[in-house]
């Protein structure tokens, strides 16, 4: 199976071309499971997300939904995918050839392999690398939209980060969790949120009787886009967990699993998987910085390389020739920002100047003079004052609660926006249950394996919900 792009970031997309629809999927292959606006989705993407799913429950095909469930499950999947490729598109989002070239080339080197090789692997699969690269540029675009989303959208303050933080020194307790979500629409009237509530219930009754393992209920039941995957939500620390549930969580033990509680997109059930301590094993951390001065001189269309190398040896032998470094630098340094300075560039990590400057300066001693060297700005000299060990670990402690703070809210912001973007959208079912106007969507428990009575009763309760 080829590696996802980026993690998660093809699970959506390239579930339907990883690998060839079987004969057993294939039906008219040109057949069409949904139309979303003026886009179709083909009964053959379906059945190659499909079979990709069921390759990665090999031997644990019972967890999985039934086949009306499964099938509903993956085409809200690929219509979501579909709806955020328009957006993005309707945004002026674009991938070059080049950026394509790139991601492909990537993918290419993370499975070992060059790009004919990554071409070759997919023909065996019955698939073309034109579609392959249809559905990378379309992930690409996905990232872009999300990002471009988050740097509108979101934002966190300093007093935010601070709070975190304060919290963080109490409790540095990470939680792995999972969750599973029976949605409500926005304005649910008493009726729906009757049934809903109703069908928690249930879910939960087999939970804790032990008919259904938590995982097997979540992708059965759960209508979170991370049903499939048991509704893992991997760890979280406590500022990462919504209010809703933070201080249940807080006294739960690894294994329990939450009443049902009432969110804004309906009832969930969470359950705390695992428990760790993220400062466990911690240490300080420390940034080597240096003091130092320069002298450049630049090479341009004004002044070319040679010309450039020229003057650089006859500064380099004035210095050695014991003139001062700071002196040379005021009379002869191109560099406008540090010349008045005596090319003083005060204090700076390594590779703030990029990694050839930063390797100069780390390869002398306090005191020391290089030879000249080359960068993309011209010819230098470095001096080397002096160097020093900072301790970063609180800004690398609140860059680090900024980005968890941020992905938290992206999180739940973007899941609201891509569901106004669902709700708004056309779209027209053509296979399953929906195409049908049939509402027995949970009918069958897997092949071979009868439930108890009890278990019947509750199935067919949630059959009708």
């Known amino acids: 199976m080829i590696k996802r792009l980026i993690p998660n970031a093809l699970a959506a997309l390239l579930l339907?071309?990883?690998?060839?629809?079987?004969?057993?999927?294939?039906?008219?292959?040109?057949?069409?499971?949904?139309?979303?606006?003026?886009?179709?989705?083909?009964?053959?993407?379906?059945?190659?997300?499909?079979?990709?799913?069921?390759?990665?429950?090999?031997?644990?095909?019972?967890?999985?939904?039934?086949?009306?469930?499964?099938?509903?499950?993956?085409?809200?999947?690929?219509?979501?995918?579909?709806?955020?490729?328009?957006?993005?598109?309707?945004?002026?989002?674009?991938?070059?050839?080049?950026?394509?070239?790139?991601?492909?080339?990537?993918?290419?080197?993370?499975?070992?392999?060059?790009?004919?090789?990554?071409?070759?692997?997919?023909?065996?699969?019955?698939?073309?690398?034109?579609?392959?690269?249809?559905?990378?540029?379309?992930?690409?675009?996905?990232?872009?939209?999300?990002?471009?989303?988050?740097?509108?959208?979101?934002?966190?303050?300093?007093?935010?980060?601070?709070?975190?933080?304060?919290?963080?020194?109490?409790?540095?307790?990470?939680?792995?969790?999972?969750?599973?979500?029976?949605?409500?629409?926005?304005?649910?009237?008493?009726?729906?949120?009757?049934?809903?509530?109703?069908?928690?219930?249930?879910?939960?009754?087999?939970?804790?009787?032990?008919?259904?393992?938590?995982?097997?209920?979540?992708?059965?039941?759960?209508?979170?886009?991370?049903?499939?995957?048991?509704?893992?939500?991997?760890?979280?620390?406590?500022?990462?967990?919504?209010?809703?549930?933070?201080?249940?969580?807080?006294n739960m033990k690894a294994g329990d699993v939450t009443a049902p509680v009432r969110g804004a997109s309906g009832f969930q059930l969470l359950k705390l998987i695992e428990i760790r301590d993220s400062n466990a094993g911690g240490a300080p951390q420390h940034l080597t910085e240096y003091d130092a001065r320069h002298i450049l001189i630049r090479v341009n269309d004004m002044q070319s390389e040679a010309a450039g190398k020229t003057k650089i040896d006859a500064i380099r032998a004035r210095i050695a020739g014991?003139?001062?470094?700071?002196?040379?630098?005021?009379?002869?340094?191109?560099?406008?920002?540090?010349?008045?300075?005596?090319?003083?560039?005060?204090?700076?990590?390594?590779?703030?100047?990029?990694?050839?400057?930063?390797n100069q300066i780390a390869s002398l001693s306090d005191g020391e003079v290089s030879q000249p060297f080359r960068t993309e700005a011209g010819w230098h000299i470095v001096q080397r004052i002096g160097s020093r060990q900072s301790d970063v670990s609180n800004e690398a402690r609140r860059a680090e609660i900024r980005e968890t703070i941020g992905r938290r809210k992206l999180e739940e912001e973007y899941g609201r926006y891509i569901q106004e973007l669902r709700s708004e959208a056309y779209v027209s079912y053509r296979i399953g249950d929906r195409a049908e106007n049939l509402d027995d969507l949970y009918q069958a428990t897997p092949a071979n394996t009868p439930p108890p009575e009890n278990q019947n009763t509750i199935h067919d309760n949630l059959n009708h919900l």
């Not at 340094?333 to 005060?346: A, C, F, H, P």
């Open 16 to 250: 339907a071309v990883s690998i060839p629809a079987p004969t057993a999927f294939a039906q008219p292959i040109d057949r069409i499971a949904a139309v979303v606006n003026e886009d179709v989705i083909l009964q053959s993407e379906m059945d190659r997300a499909m079979q990709n799913i069921l390759q990665q429950y090999a031997g644990q095909e019972h967890q999985l939904p039934p086949r009306a469930v499964f099938e509903r499950q993956l085409l809200d999947r690929l219509i979501m995918v579909k709806l955020q490729v328009a957006q993005a598109q309707n945004n002026g989002i674009r991938v070059s050839d080049q950026e394509l070239n790139q991601a492909v080339a990537s993918i290419a080197q993370q499975n070992n392999t060059t790009v004919d090789g990554l071409a070759q692997r997919l023909q065996q699969d019955g698939l073309s690398m034109s579609d392959f690269r249809d559905s990378v540029r379309d992930e690409i675009m996905i990232q872009r939209l999300r990002a471009n989303y988050a740097q509108t959208r979101i934002s966190v303050s300093e007093g935010e980060i601070d709070a975190a933080l304060s919290q963080q020194t109490q409790n540095s307790t990470q939680y792995h969790l999972a969750h599973i979500l029976v949605a409500l629409p926005d304005g649910a009237t008493p009726e729906q949120i009757a049934a809903g509530q109703q069908k928690v219930d249930g879910i939960k009754q087999l939970v804790d009787s032990g008919e259904m393992d938590f995982a097997a209920a979540a992708a059965r039941y759960s209508e979170s886009p991370n049903a499939l995957e048991g509704g893992d939500l991997g760890w979280r620390s406590p500022d990462e967990i919504p209010s809703a549930f933070s201080d249940l969580v807080k």
């Open 322 to 358: 014991g003139a001062s470094f700071r002196d040379v630098a005021r009379e002869t340094s191109e560099d406008t920002g540090s010349r008045g300075q005596g090319g003083d560039l005060g204090w700076f990590p390594a590779n703030a100047y990029g990694a050839d400057f930063g």
